[in-house]
């Protein structure tokens, strides 16, 4: 079905606009303001990653950092611990790089022009368009992962709407509804409801039909295909990886280790990681510790998008055969600065899993 000659197409913007003010949300805490700085962190934020989690992360964020200058005269390290558990830290590093261009190339101010936004560090296209609409009300269309699934049911668009060709179809649907909307449409009310339908509504199994503003003329309605559409990606085999984790202790310290700024984790700090036993064993002599005398704790697997690693903990407890002296990207933490450190999600739950032993020696992690 072709958008230009949907027969309800002038009616759908006005039909999203009127539902959001009835069923839509109006209490989310970046919905207050039309400040793009907040608007723009909790964008960054709600990329792969639900509501309900990021209004914590973004609470807490913006405390510490209440206005872009700040977070641009930070250092990377003073802002990773207000991003670690939210994964996808690459969001991190260009969210920091992003606030110190905007600073230094545009006086502090983000820009208005989608096409300028979408020069900065982390800003794509629906990113951009919905900085743009919720900030300065700009008529731009978006077109995130709920928004593709409410489209492509709609109009019945079938393929992988993560393909070239299917992607050129539902920015064209959602330009042609734009094209075709009253020029005063609200977009920020607009751009919300879009976002609320396809997370609360037109949701992935079982859609609420029944309550939805579009269900006259929903393709996928019409023609009970709701369980077709979008279009499931092609499976790709599912990559594991095995690794080692090293828990050494002494003197109430942990021994971590500062990830590259690339790759997983980039940036955060997590606990020393090695390939094989091997390199595990070589790695403790180094250190003046004998893994032979360590403990061995439950594994705990990890998916990422594209990979799953299971990683196996051995713990080790000083003291060390000889002062250890550790490599210019490792440190010594002290337990009790762990709980503010920035480290993925399943090494703070290994440390806390190691919270008995430690508390035998009379400190625990939070
Ligand atoms: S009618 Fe149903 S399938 Fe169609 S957009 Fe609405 S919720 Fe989604």
């Given at each position: 079905m072709l958008a230009n000659a949907h027969p309800a197409l002038e009616d759908f913007a006005a039909a999203i606009v009127h539902w959001q003010q009835q069923a839509g949300r109006h209490d989310l805490p970046w919905q207050t303001s039309r400040d793009p700085y907040p608007i723009w962190l909790s964008e960054i934020m709600l990329q792969q990653t639900q509501v309900s989690t990021v209004i914590n992360y973004y609470q807490r964020f913006l405390a510490r950092f209440p206005t872009l200058q700040a977070l641009a005269h930070a250092t990377q390290d003073e802002v990773m611990p207000y991003w670690a558990g939210l994964g996808y830290y690459a969001r991190a590093r260009n969210l920091h790089r992003c606030a110190q261009?905007?600073?230094?190339?545009?006086?502090?101010?983000?820009?208005?022009?989608?096409?300028?936004?979408?020069?900065?560090?982390?800003?794509?296209?629906?990113?951009?368009?919905?900085?743009?609409?919720?900030?300065?009300?700009?008529?731009?269309?978006?077109?995130?992962?709920?928004?593709?699934?409410?489209?492509?049911?709609?109009?019945g668009l079938y393929g992988n709407p993560a393909s070239r060709a299917v992607e050129i179809?539902?920015?064209?649907?959602?330009?042609?509804?734009?094209?075709?909307?009253?020029?005063?449409?609200?977009?920020?009310?607009?751009?919300?409801?879009?976002?609320?339908?396809?997370?609360?509504?037109?949701?992935?199994?079982?859609?609420?039909?029944?309550?939805?503003?579009?269900?006259?003329?929903?393709?996928?309605?019409?023609?009970?295909?709701?369980?077709?559409?979008?279009?499931?990606?092609?499976?790709?085999a599912g990559r594991e990886r095995q690794c080692k984790m090293l828990i050494l202790e002494q003197n109430g310290k942990i021994l971590l280790e500062h990830r590259p700024s690339r790759g997983i984790w980039g940036g955060l700090w997590s606990l020393p990681q090695y390939d094989d036993q091997h390199a595990l064993a070589d790695a403790?002599?180094?250190?003046?510790?004998?893994?032979?005398?360590?403990?061995?704790?439950?594994?705990?697997?990890?998916?990422?998008?594209?990979?799953?690693?299971?990683?196996?903990?051995?713990?080790?407890?000083?003291?060390?055969?000889?002062?250890?002296?550790?490599?210019?990207?490792?440190?010594?933490?002290?337990?009790?600065?762990?709980?503010?450190?920035?480290?993925?999600?399943?090494?703070?739950?290994?440390?806390?899993?190691?919270?008995?032993?430690?508390?035998?020696a009379g400190k625990h992690i939070p």
């Open positions: 261009q905007v600073a230094e190339q545009w006086g502090g101010q983000f820009p208005r022009e989608v096409c300028d936004l979408q020069q900065l560090p982390g800003i794509g296209r629906s990113t951009a368009a919905a900085i743009a609409a919720f900030a300065y009300g700009e008529r731009q269309a978006i077109m995130d992962g709920n928004v593709k699934r409410v489209f492509t049911r709609y109009f179809e539902l920015w064209d649907c959602a330009q042609s509804v734009l094209d075709a909307a009253d020029p005063k449409l609200d977009m920020a009310a607009y751009t919300q409801g879009l976002m609320d339908l396809g997370s609360g509504c037109c949701t992935r199994s079982r859609p609420s039909c029944e309550q939805c503003p579009l269900n006259t003329w929903c393709y996928a309605r019409l023609e009970s295909r709701q369980h077709e559409l979008p279009t499931p990606k092609p499976k790709k403790c002599l180094g250190l003046g510790a004998d893994i032979e005398q360590g403990q061995k704790m439950a594994s705990l697997l990890h998916v990422f998008s594209h990979f799953k690693l299971h990683i196996e903990p051995w713990y080790l407890r000083g003291p060390l055969t000889r002062v250890a002296e550790p490599s210019p990207e490792q440190a010594w933490v002290a337990v009790e600065d762990l709980p503010g450190a920035a480290l993925p999600a399943p090494v703070r739950k290994l440390l806390c899993g190691i919270n008995e032993i430690i508390g035998s």
